[in-house]
């Protein structure tokens, strides 16, 4: 990819010292893109090694000893009219199971763990960048989602852009919500509750993941906003997980 | 073919309609070209997040845009062809953007400058490019531009979706309708069959004995089982779907004649809708930065990936996975305008995030979504999580779906033209 014409948030911009620059740029390169599935290539290799005698894909497929597998994401399980599947594939997905990414994922590592009695004579595919592999090569045979905006992701969703500061130890607190509930009259003066947005945008009902994310990018002073970053300034990290906790599940 | 710049003075003060767009502000200049979906946004978001800081001009030959979303609604009876205009006046008066009325005809890259239909050039330190699109030729064989006001497709905003509408309204009793969709991709991907579903809703009403034709080329789309399911409550027996099978793909239409020829069977019709193959508006072939029918942009970005001061947005742009909608050419906006500013005035430029969501209203308050999210990866914007209405929810919620589309509506056109 040709380098853009700006690289995002200099290190020098942030006007903090060298110690600081490794975990800054580590989250940058985390953040700047999602991951694809995986490498398509070596997919098609373990297509042809794993795959091949039993199934079809591509222009011409066919079902043979399995069903072929164009259009399998997003597919209903056991839903290839005239195919013939083992009873616990017609009953899940009679139960309404589509083939989505994560549970491709766990069938191909482990057939039997998702379909009892799966005609499916694999013993699995336990390693996990293999699987996303074969999972890139097959995800090219099913809707484009340009197309059918619907159809399964073709890419892994990032962390939320965490910021310098924030850890997965800081996003997996629990925070309080009562005590979450004590510190809002401070947000109050300023948030109305009943989630109204004229002027003051509204923090009712936002989800907490987000809530934290936000609280964090303020404290670090990635988001700008003077008030806010001397409001989450002073917040600890628990004091933030609270408010968050309990922003995110109020009633008006 | 730029002018030089003492040609282009001189020819300001003689045919210049908006003269404030030469004054020598010194400041970063910003010129979006196209007053669309993409376009009036992130003039918009130029304008009120720089405060000041940009000179944006925004070129538009309409004085109103008229939005192809909500125009299926239109057709439907469910809005007024009215509540589909927008004017600019506000991004002018409240925002400082200059708009200009008029046609990019020409792109100079190395000199950075626009040139407009009026014969003004315009130089820019970043351009924007989000024109909509432009029909195939001879896509589908016997229609050209030509024979627009015979067979209308109403798939840009304004004159031709009345032309439609009066079309179906002059329909006699028991006449057929004809649709001819378009094979992917195409703007709007849910748009042909939520039209086929207001069409129907009108006839219902007006006209009750007669036929719907949607010859398509595609063997499947968006929300197909919703549509369908839709489709055999509220308009059985009304809509014939004929698919790549039966002959969809094999398609002529002759105008003169109100005839479509399925499959080397001519058939005559009363009313034919042709939505004929797309590609990004002219000026981006002209600008150079297409590939193929579109323009390649960095998904983190929008930057085109031919020229490095321009951007390319919405329908235009070969991105990856986001669907080509306004609410898509919205998203990615914020996105650029984010990007622009920190090359032109050093602020933080933040990680792109995209989303997506398009309503279809089938039946009187029977509406249905999809939508997903979006993240850069090295090579496209990807899709990294979906959701779309199941078929058999209950008649509250689908309510419920409908009249958010109309909030959606109001917040869209308020978060493009203030
Ligand atoms: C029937 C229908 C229903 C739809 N429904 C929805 C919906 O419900 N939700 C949704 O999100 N999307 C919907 N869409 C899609 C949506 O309208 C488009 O995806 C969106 O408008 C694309 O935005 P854009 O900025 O790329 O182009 P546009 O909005 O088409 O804007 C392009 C503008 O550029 C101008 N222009 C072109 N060339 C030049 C030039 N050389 N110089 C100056 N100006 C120029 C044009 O006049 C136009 O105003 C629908 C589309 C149709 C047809």
Not at chain 1, 212 to 217: G, K
Not at chain 2, 143 to 148: F, V, Y
Request: with cysteine; glycine share 10%.
């Amino acid at each position: 990819m040709p380098s853009s014409p700006i690289s995002p948030r200099s290190p020098n911009s942030m006007g903090r010292g060298v110690k600081f620059l490794l975990p800054l740029l580590a989250a940058l390169s985390t953040s700047a893109a999602a991951e694809t599935l995986g490498d398509t290539e070596s997919g098609a290799k373990i297509f042809a090694r794993d795959c091949a005698q039993c199934h079809m894909v591509g222009p011409d497929a066919q079902n043979r000893i399995g069903p072929n597998l164009n259009s399998v994401y997003g597919r209903r399980a056991g839903g290839i009219d005239g195919f013939q599947y083992s009873k616990s594939m017609i009953r899940m997905g009679a139960d309404g199971m589509d083939w989505t990414l994560e549970r491709l994922d766990a069938y191909i590592e482990n057939p039997r763990a998702l379909v009892s009695d799966t005609r499916m004579s694999y013993r699995g595919l336990k390693d996990p960048t293999q699987r996303h592999d074969l999972m890139a090569y097959l995800r090219n045979y099913s809707d484009s989602p340009q197309n059918i905006p619907e159809a399964e992701p073709t890419a892994l969703r990032t962390a939320p852009d965490l910021g310098p500061a924030l850890s997965p130890e800081i996003l997996a607190l629990q925070g309080d919500p009562e005590y979450g509930a004590y510190l809002s009259a401070e947000c109050t003066t300023c948030h109305l509750r009943d989630g109204s947005a004229a002027g003051i945008p509204s923090i009712t009902n936002w989800p907490a993941d987000d809530f934290v994310a936000a609280m964090h990018a303020y404290k670090s002073k990635l988001r700008p906003h003077a008030v806010m970053q001397m409001m989450a300034g002073r917040l600890s990290n628990e004091e933030i997980a609270a408010l968050a906790a309990y922003y995110a599940i109020i009633q008006n | 073919m730029a002018l030089s710049r003492r040609i282009f003075l001189s020819t300001l003060t003689a045919t210049l309609a908006a003269p404030m767009v030469m004054a020598q502000t010194g400041k970063p200049r910003v010129v979006v070209v196209g007053g669309g979906a993409g376009g009036a946004t992130i003039a918009r978001y130029l304008a009120k997040d720089s405060k000041g800081a940009l000179d944006v001009v925004l070129i538009e030959p309409a004085r109103t845009y008229y939005t192809c979303f909500f125009s299926n609604l239109y057709l439907g009876g469910f809005q007024t062809y009215e509540s589909l205009g927008h004017s600019y006046g506000k991004l002018a008066t409240e925002y400082g953007i200059n708009v200009v009325q008029d046609y990019a005809v020409g792109v100079d890259r190395d000199a950075k400058s626009v040139t407009l239909a009026s014969g003004t050039t315009l130089s820019y330190d970043r351009l924007v490019l989000s024109p909509g699109i432009d029909f195939v030729e001879n896509a589908v064989p016997g229609w050209s531009t030509a024979a627009q006001h015979i067979m209308p497709h109403a798939y840009k905003g304004g004159s031709q979706t009345q032309l439609l509408q009066a079309q179906m309204a002059a329909m006699p009793q028991g006449g057929t309708f004809a649709m001819v969709a378009p094979p992917n991709p195409y703007r709007c991907p849910p748009g042909p069959y939520e039209r086929i579903s207001m069409v129907a809703h009108h006839f219902k009403t007006n006209n009750p004995t007669a036929k719907i034709l949607l010859i398509d080329p595609k063997e499947t789309y968006s929300k197909q089982a919703l549509f369908e399911e839709g489709w055999n409550i509220h308009y059985p027996g009304m809509i014939t779907r004929i698919g790549p099978d039966m002959g969809g793909g094999v398609i002529e239409v002759r105008p003169d004649t109100m005839e479509i020829v399925v499959d080397g069977e001519a058939e005559k019709v009363d009313v034919c809708n042709v939505i004929p193959a797309q590609r990004a508006g002219n000026i981006a072939a002209i600008a150079g930065v297409t590939d193929g029918n579109w323009a390649p942009v960095h998904p983190d970005s929008m930057l085109s990936k031919a020229d490095e001061n321009i951007y390319v947005l919405g329908d235009a742009t070969n991105q990856g996975d986001m669907p080509k909608s306004g609410f898509s050419a919205n998203s990615q906006a914020k996105v650029a305008a984010n990007h622009i500013r920190g090359a032109l005035t050093g602020s933080t430029v933040f990680p792109a995030k995209y989303s997506n969501t398009c309503w279809s209203l089938i039946a009187p308050d029977d509406g249905v979504k999809v939508g997903a999210s979006y993240e850069p990866t090295a090579e496209k914007i990807a899709s990294v999580e979906s959701f779309v209405s199941q078929t058999g929810e209950d008649a509250a919620l689908r309510k419920a779906t409908y009249e958010e589309s109309l909030g959606w509506y109001a917040g869209i056109t308020t978060d493009m033209f203030g």
